[in-house]
């Protein structure tokens, strides 16, 4: 079957595409690995009406809401390669093979992946004490011992940022970079400094953090750890099909316009892996234009 559009990925920021597409009466199918990146997470917080539902629960409400458009259809799996099929449209082929999938336009939401330093402890941690986002996580640890590591230039303002939750320390993990006017800034907001590199983060399980270890075999009391990990794509799809690649604030992105569309003709792009800021609403609002957007171009022609 060839479908009008094609959304790569099926989590906020491709089912709100896919939403907008199906009622816009356009044959639409979503393709979807089944690994959100935020699947590491109890719960998601800040999403209008949803504060506090897990993550994986709100993806499979949306999902069978878009499903219940007859028009809108969904396959499991990765799609491993992508390229304009000579006739205007897009041909993608599934991991394992099969009959490739086609539309006139597609919109690309497969969303990034999170790059861990090496640090014992930080990845089972992931999306329960080892958290990315203060105004996601920030309330649940508020009040309580927080740490920050961010292996970047912007560390020093992240920290004085998430000092507004709790008692905050930002960790260099051996790299000290902080220079005199900075390391002011940091203490006048009550931000302390420990520049000892890191060996482990330590506590009874993944949800409990109870401090960290360092190579010298110091230990530091610690409730939380806020990570902001650099990221890469989840997908090389964008390349494939020639798209222009920026480099953000913490990884690549796919470069869009005003109205999401890519470089390249036909092709939209939205979420995580085409916007600077993280956050489930605003992937799940990129979406929204990148599906109305869609269909904009396919009735004037773009």
């Known amino acids: 079957m060839h479908y009008d559009a094609l959304v790569v990925g099926g989590s906020f920021a491709g089912l709100s595409a896919a939403l907008q597409l199906a009622r816009a009466r356009k044959t639409v199918c979503i393709v979807d690995a089944g690994a959100p990146r935020n699947r590491f997470a109890a719960a998601s917080h800040g999403f209008f009406g949803q504060d506090g539902t897990p993550p994986l629960k709100m993806i499979a409400d949306a999902r069978a809401k878009v499903l219940a458009y007859p028009n809108a259809s969904f396959v499991e799996g990765r799609v491993v390669q992508a390229q304009a099929d000579g006739a205007g449209g897009f041909a993608l082929l599934l991991e394992g093979g099969g009959a490739p999938l086609s539309a006139s336009r597609i919109v690309l939401a497969f969303g990034v992946e999170d790059g861990f330093p090496q640090i014992e402890g930080v990845r089972e941690r992931w999306g329960q004490s080892v958290l990315h986002c203060p105004y996601c996580h920030g309330y649940e640890v508020g009040g309580r011992r927080l740490g920050i590591l961010i292996e970047r230039p912007h560390a020093p303002e992240h920290a004085i940022l998430f000092a507004e939750w709790g008692s ?42 109870s401090g960290i ?7 530091v009391p610690l409730d939380a750890m806020f990570l902001v990990p650099r990221t890469r794509l989840a997908s090389p799809l964008a390349e494939q099909l ?23 003709p036909g092709v939209f792009a939205a979420g995580d892996a085409a916007m600077m800021f993280h956050n489930a609403t605003m992937a799940s609002a990129d979406g929204v234009m990148a599906g109305i957007s869609l269909h904009r171009a396919s009735v004037f022609g773009h």
């Not at 002011?184 to 000892?196: D, K």
């Not at 890191?198 to 993944?206: D, N, R, Y």
């Not at 270890?213 to 230990?219: K, N, Y």
């Open 168 to 209: 905050a320390t930002l960790f260099l993990n051996g790299n000290n970079t902080v220079d005199e006017e900075t390391r002011a800034r940091l203490q006048a907001r009550g931000v302390a400094i420990e520049p000892g590199r890191i060996a482990a983060l330590e506590g009874p399980s993944p949800a409990e953090l």
């Open 213 to 219: 270890r360092f190579a010298d075999g110091r230990r």
């Open 242 to 264: 020639g798209c222009a690649i920026d480099e953000g604030g913490f990884g690549p992105l796919i470069r869009t316009d005003a109205m999401k569309m890519t470089t390249v």
